[in-house]
């Protein structure tokens, strides 16, 4: 605490821009996880035996992998995904810090998308990870462009929704189980969209079949980020 | 500088604040004190604008609260015995994150005065996880104190601390007093801020049920807070 204050006083200090908060809050995550592994390397082993599961449980004919692949690895991405939005919510809960972050003088909002900032980085890192594994073990290209936009796509829309339930969810005791009970129903539009996008690309289908799947994501992407951004102050809030 | 009329916080069913009246000037320095359950928590979290009263009024540093929140937070430091801060991050990490979230620009002077002041120069680039929980607490002082608020709230800062962190968690409390911040503490423990306060209040099923100045305790605090829960 300095009397002879060398700084800006807080009453004529500009508050933090918002995109400087939000970078700040995704940093901070990006950071610490790079030395903890904690997170990543959680979601990454179970994608990994997601995929591998599936791999013992079906064997698929080449003809059927492009219409069951997207189900697979939509499966593999939501469950490694509500993995990594619990234990990203849980670290801020359980050191208090989430209060931290909450008496910050910035728009709460601004925390909520840097927040889903460094889950997407999170999520987009495993599917790096997976889609290469997965096209070595079902013998299937999967690096169609196309295609990876719609994971992108349908990744923004995943954590977007799961950030925000993933902070409700964390105020409980019952988080880890609240979580996929509240995301899975509120995220099937988004997951459907991304299957039936996917399947599309995988088929061979022509554009105009693919692009309504393709409208629908983008749509719920841009809605479930307008309610998330309007609703995240209450929902942190006692 | 704080100013509260008839708050009333309820969860549900159960009322915790019951039309609380409570007033700081500037510079002073109140030690909250109260019984498990008396609403000490939750009325320092109203405070912090962590939680909306369910009535009354409510004017921190001359802002009101809720509606204008943020200015609130600006001008706040808060201390809770949780410490808020991120163990897989350095300690300078750690402040440099809540200096950019504060909107402290070249923040690099201010880190090192603090660091110095809270006795964590040394340790500067040591992951906060190493830290004894005494010296998370001198950090999280650091972090409270970072953008020189002028309004201090602290939550049972000395819980679970030794007796020479806390010392000197006391020596860095009066060190906030003596530079005319106004300060609100809540603790159980009696003989430490019988030293450190300049007023004394006691919460007790919702309401302030007294306060005194140190001149008017009339005794020891002891026997004030006693009597205070008797009445």
Known sequence: ?238 | MIKVRKLVKRFGLKTVLRGLDFEVRTGEFVALLGPNGAGKTTFLRILASLSRPTLGELRVAGYPLPSQAAAVRARLGVVTHMPLLYGDLTAEENLRFYARMYGLGQADIRLAEVLELVGLSARRRDLVRTFSRGMQQRLAIGRAILHDPEVMLFDEPHTGLDQEACDMLDRILREVAARGRTVVMTSHDLARVEDLASRFDVLSRGVITASAGRDGLGGNLLDFYRGALAG
Not at chain 1, 18 to 35: I, M, P, Q, T
Not at chain 1, 91 to 114: M, S, T, W
Not at chain 1, 175 to 180: C, E
Not at chain 1, 186 to 192: A, M, R
């Open chain 1, 1 to 238: 605490m300095s009397s002879d204050r060398k700084g800006p006083t807080p009453s004529s200090r500009p508050p933090a821009s918002f995109s400087r908060a939000v970078f700040a809050v995704a940093w901070k995550d990006l950071a610490a996880e790079l030395r903890s592994r904690e997170l990543l390397s959680a979601m990454l082993v179970f994608a990994l035996l997601v995929i591998l599961i599936f791999n013992f449980a079906i064997e698929l004919a080449p003809s059927l992998r492009p219409t069951v692949t997207p189900g697979v690895l939509w499966v593999t991405f939501a469950f490694a995904g509500t993995l990594g939005l619990n234990r990203s919510m849980a670290i801020e809960k359980d050191r208090g810090c989430l209060d931290g972050l909450l008496l910050a003088p910035v728009d709460r909002a601004a925390i909520y998308f840097g927040k889903m900032l460094s889950n997407l980085t999170f999520m987009l890192i495993v599917e790096i990870v997976v889609l290469p594994v997965y096209s070595l073990l079902y013998n299937t290209n999967l690096f169609v462009p196309g295609l990876l936009g719609v994971i992108l796509l349908g990744s923004i829309g995943y954590v977007a929704v799961g950030t925000l339930l993933a902070s409700m969810a964390v105020q409980t005791r019952t988080r880890d189980v609240l979580l996929p009970i509240l995301l899975f129903p509120v995220i099937v539009p988004v997951l459907l969209s991304a299957v039936r996008a996917s399947g599309g690309f995988l088929q061979g289908l022509p554009m105009e079949q693919i692009r309504p799947w393709i409208n629908l994501l983008a749509a719920y992407d841009v809605i479930f980020l307008a309610v998330a951004y309007m609703v995240f102050d209450q929902v942190v809030e006692e």
